[in-house]
């Protein structure tokens, strides 16, 4: 089986001269954990992940604790916005290279880089590099589970 054959084709994306504000904009009207940022071509040249814009409003403090037991909230910290600069930079500045798979890419293959490299997402391409489709790791694990013969098996 191949990724094509699980991808979700309806794939939101950000131009690169998109800014931090607006990918914010988008990640909450679309409640959705990654953005690819795309060349004219709509081909991946960058990753954009939620990780990336929370990082913006953590303070620097809460990167390096390692136990985060004893803090049951941040208090104050939690509702904190970015500075207005922040929000208006280009997402080129926060994105991470574009990780992607050809449209045949195979389902183990899909998942190893997910895993190798830490993306629940992961964009598609085809074979002009242009940005097709987008596979989460559910996706891609139900597909596989879905290949099973379960029927031997029943429901719980």
């Given at each position: 089986?191949?990724?094509?054959?699980?991808m979700?084709?309806?794939v939101?994306?950000l131009?690169a001269?998109?800014?931090?504000?607006?990918?914010?904009?988008?990640?909450v009207?679309?409640?959705?954990?990654l953005?690819?940022?795309?060349?004219?071509?709509?081909?991946?040249?960058?990753l954009?992940?939620?990780?990336?814009m929370?990082?913006l409003?953590?303070?620097?403090?809460?990167?390096?604790i390692?136990?985060?037991?004893f803090?049951?909230?941040?208090?104050?910290?939690?509702?904190a916005?970015?500075?207005?600069?922040?929000l208006?930079q280009p997402?080129t500045?926060?994105?991470?290279?574009?990780?992607?798979?050809?449209?045949d890419?195979?389902?183990?293959?899909?998942y190893v880089l997910?895993?190798?490299?830490?993306?629940?997402d992961?964009p598609?391409?085809?074979?002009?590099?242009r940005?097709?489709?987008?596979?989460?790791?559910?996706?891609?694990?139900?597909?596989?589970?879905?290949s099973?013969n379960?029927?031997?098996?029943?429901?719980?």
């Amino acid at each position: 089986m191949k990724i094509s054959d699980c991808m979700k084709r309806n794939v939101f994306f950000l131009p690169a001269a998109a800014t931090v504000g607006q990918a914010a904009v988008l990640f909450v009207s679309r409640r959705i954990g990654l953005l690819p940022v795309v060349d004219e071509q709509r081909r991946p040249i960058g990753l954009l992940g939620l990780r990336d814009m929370l990082n913006l409003a953590l303070p620097t403090f809460a990167q390096l604790i390692t136990d985060v037991d004893f803090v049951h909230d941040f208090g104050a910290v939690e509702s904190a916005q970015p500075a207005a600069e922040a929000l208006a930079q280009p997402v080129t500045r926060l994105m991470h290279p574009a990780t992607t798979v050809p449209e045949d890419c195979g389902l183990l293959r899909a998942y190893v880089l997910m895993r190798q490299r830490d993306l629940h997402d992961l964009p598609v391409v085809d074979s002009t590099g242009r940005l097709v489709g987008i596979a989460s790791r559910v996706d891609v694990a139900t597909a596989v589970l879905a290949s099973w013969n379960l029927a031997e098996v029943g429901q719980p």
